[in-house]
């Protein structure tokens, strides 16, 4: 995850970057139940209106928490699925604040209503986040469910009105990337906190949706609409936090824009970007599923290292005889291509594994996610790169910002 608003606020500051430090353990993203009462176009868990069997029970995640803590993993989200449908879901947020995680609540948002809103107010959740595709038609179009914008929009104005801190996530094809001004707007109009832009990833229902994955032109288009708003709050004095995740060559990207705008800034950013490193797939995230297999984050499901119902997830994530999982740890990873070669190679990380490896087969490399130019990174522009031969959509200006 890049935290676009944070490294903004630098720009105004003069903290100097220290080493790199990984947390203790990682973020774990915990998927507590499968099912869901919608049927998203890129939902990476393939999640339906309907009970998967074999699921963690109550106790079993409860001996998990104990383990995780004392692990020393700082953050739990609680996710799905839809979270809510789970009934023991406020036992299990409850637990998980009084044993001192910080919790988050990753929902979609059409289940908070005035029944639950007590409930979920009384969890005292740090974060509450809500999964937005677009406005009105265009998200109810990609949640496959008519009148899900606005019962989603209600459970963001529930959990406002009571306080919560409340988030937007919003995934970008081309074929919603329109609406992301209108997103913005309605992110400052809602007095909703956070901002986190997710670009598409090959994995489960996204994977099968990967041909409407946006151009690398428009992904540009709309970092550039991210870093003038996220700047454009902060000189008026609004408090929004504005993050990026799945596409860790947006580090990259922010450099090449405070370069252009701040170059007196640019070495000290550089510093401060390197010592973020990119992508943490398998060393500072990690993933449960419903059934209590881990994996190196969400995106990567059809890999599991190991389950929680045969060894501690403590034991699984430090055992480094899996090949995939001391690959994602070695550091510097060992990536080929453009990757390999790009001369900003220690503020990406080397990008998106799965990516490479669902279109690739090889989770070393190039992540064909790459936005950049072959003169932004520095190779040869004779490398020859993977092709991701997507028009884009007639409707939507590209302009500059």
């Known amino acids: 995850m890049f935290r676009i608003s944070q490294y903004m606020q630098e720009l105004s500051t003069v903290r100097l970057p220290g080493p ?6 990682p973020v774990v993203i915990w998927n507590l139940i499968r099912r869901c009462n919608l049927t998203c176009k890129h939902c990476y868990s393939i999640s339906t209106d309907r009970d998967f069997p074999g699921e963690l029970t109550t106790d079993e995640i409860f001996a998990v928490m104990d383990d995780l803590r004392r692990f020393r993993v700082p953050v739990l989200i609680l996710s799905g699925g839809e979270p809510l449908l789970r009934p023991d879901i406020f036992d299990i947020a409850r ?9 988050g609540l990753s929902s979609n948002g059409t289940l908070i209503d005035q029944a639950n809103i007590d409930r979920i107010a009384e969890c005292d959740f740090d974060y509450v986040g809500v999964s937005l595709d677009g406005i009105g038609a265009t998200h109810d179009h990609f949640r496959q469910m008519q009148g899900a914008f606005d019962a989603s929009l209600r459970g963001i104005r529930l959990c406002r009105e009571l306080g919560l801190k409340i988030g937007v996530r919003f995934t970008m094809t081309q074929n919603n990337a329109q609406d992301l001004p ?8 809602e007095g909703i906190d956070r901002f986190y832009f997710s670009h598409l990833n090959y994995a489960g229902r996204g994977n099968k949706n990967r041909k409407d994955d946006a151009q690398l032109q428009l992904t540009r288009w709309a970092m550039d609409l991210l870093f003038a708003t996220c700047l454009d709050y902060q000189q008026r004095g609004l408090h929004k936090e504005f993050t990026s995740g799945n596409n860790d060559a947006d580090g990259v990207y922010f450099l090449h824009w405070v370069e252009k705008r701040f170059p007196d800034q640019a070495e000290r950013m550089r510093a401060r970007l390197v010592q973020w490193g990119g992508n943490s797939s398998g060393v500072n995230v990690a993933n449960i599923d419903n059934l209590g297999n881990v994996h190196p984050d969400t995106m990567w499901w059809h890999y599991t290292l190991g389950n929680v119902r045969q060894r501690p997830f403590s034991e699984i994530w430090s055992d480094l005889s899996d090949p995939l999982l001391a690959g994602l740890k070695q550091f510097p990873r060992r990536i080929s291509g453009r990757c390999g070669e790009c001369r900003h190679f220690d503020i990406c990380n080397g ?7 669902q279109l690739t087969g090889d989770a070393w490399a190039e992540d064909p996610g790459c936005y950049l130019t072959d003169e932004e990174i520095g190779v040869s522009p004779s490398h020859e790169r993977i092709p991701v031969r997507i028009p884009v959509t007639p409707h939507i200006k590209l302009r500059r910002v």
């Open 351 to 357: 990008n998106t594994r799965v990516r490479a490896q």
């Open 20 to 25: 790199r430090q990984n947390p203790p353990a």
């Open 95 to 103: 637990r998980a604040k009084a044993m001192g995680f910080y919790v």
């Open 182 to 189: 209108a997103l913005l707007k309605l992110v400052e109009k």
